[in-house]
C-alpha cells in the first residue's frame, strides 16, 4: 500500500492475485497461509487496500483482488482425475463497503474447495485467463468474471463441485482493460 500511495501516478488500477492454500475458521473467517504456514484473514488484505487513510493519493481508481484458496473446513469430495492429478486444500467474511471502488473474486464460494491440476494449473486461474484473453478488449470485468464463472458450472461442475464467485462489487462504472498491441 505504501509504494503504491508513493507511486499512484504510474497506475490507473491495481489488481491483487492471492494463490495459496485457505480454509475457513469456526468464527466463520476466510483464512489464507503465508509460505512459512501463518494464517491471515483474507479481509485484512482487502482493507489495506481500499481504506482511503492508507492510500489517500490512489482515491477514486479501482481494485480487483482475486483469491484462489480453499473456503472449507473440510472436504467431502470424491476426486476424479482430469488431466493429471488433482488437488484441494480443502479437509466468508468480507471487510464492511469500503469507500473506494473495489471488486472481490474467489476460485470458490463459500464452504466449498478449490482444485487444480497438478499439471495444467487452477481450474479458476486457467478460466480467468481464457476469458481475459477472449474478451479484455470487448467486455467490462464484471461480464468477464460471469463468463468464468459459466465456465467454472459447465467444464468442472459435474466432477469438481466448486463455483467461482464474484462479491463485494461496489464498482461504481463499468471498467475495462486497455489494451495494447505489443511490438
Known sequence: ???????????????????????????????????????MDRKEIIKKFVDRARIPNFIGRPRFFFFVACRTEEQMVNILPIEG????????????????????????????????????????????????KEFARTHDIVKIHTRVNDVMITKFQNFYPSMSEMSNNNLSREFYFDVKEVS
Open 1 to 39: 500500500a505504501d509504494y503504491l500511495n508513493a507511486h499512484s501516478n504510474e497506475f490507473t488500477w491495481l489488481a491483487i492475485f492471492v494463490l495459496t492454500h485457505g480454509n475457513r475458521n469456526s468464527r466463520g473467517q476466510d483464512l489464507i497461509y503465508s509460505s512459512n504456514g501463518l494464517s
Open 85 to 132: 492429478e488433482v488437488q484441494s486444500d480443502g479437509p466468508g467474511g468480507y471487510p464492511e463497503i469500503a469507500r473506494e471502488a473495489h471488486l472481490v473474486c474467489s476460485s470458490a464460494v463459500d464452504s466449498h474447495a478449490s482444485f487444480r491440476s497438478t499439471t495444467e494449473g487452477t481450474f479458476y486461474v486457467q478460466a480467468l485467463c481464457n476469458k481475459l
